[in-house]
């Protein structure tokens, strides 16, 4: 999965940047004057990616970010993507950007881009309020 264009950035940032809270994607799609269908696939992307949790509400599918993801994968675990937190695209068990936070937390990452950006800043990357940490595209 790759943040390839700037719907999918839109979505991704919307969830994002409000953790505790679930979206529909009309609402995605108004608030940030984005086309429904394509919030919608982006939406169902997300979901067959297993990152965020689907809420079935009497409005209908709302979806809310797995913030609680990154604990789910241990190192050493194999077929598995995370996601990269500094983009936000899907990154492969194998990759060779990694840090390891203890033994609990292993961040993966797509590029030594992404990792040193991480590396320099980790809270601003991880801060939803302040993800600005997607300048770097591959
Ligand atoms: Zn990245």
Redesign the pocket.
Do not use: I, K, L
């Given at each position: 999965m790759h943040l390839r264009t700037s719907s999918e950035r839109a979505v991704y940032f919307t969830l994002v940047a409000q953790l505790a809270e679930s979206w529909s994607a009309v609402e995605i799609a108004g608030l940030k004057d984005v086309d429904l269908r394509t919030v919608e696939a982006v939406l169902a992307r997300y979901t067959e990616a297993g990152v965020v949790d689907v809420v079935d509400s009497v409005t209908g599918l709302r979806y809310r970010w797995r913030s609680d993801m990154s604990y789910l994968f241990g190192a050493g675990s194999s077929a598995v993507t995370v996601i990269?937190p500094?983009?936000g695209?899907t990154v492969a068990d194998g990759t060779p950007y990694r840090l390891e936070d203890g033994s609990r937390t292993l961040w993966l990452?797509?590029?030594i881009l992404?990792l040193a950006t991480f590396k320099a800043d980790p809270q601003t990357c991880l801060s939803p309020r302040q993800v600005h940490c997607d300048k770097?595209q591959?």
């Open positions: 990269d500094v983009c695209m990452f797509c590029s992404c770097e591959q």
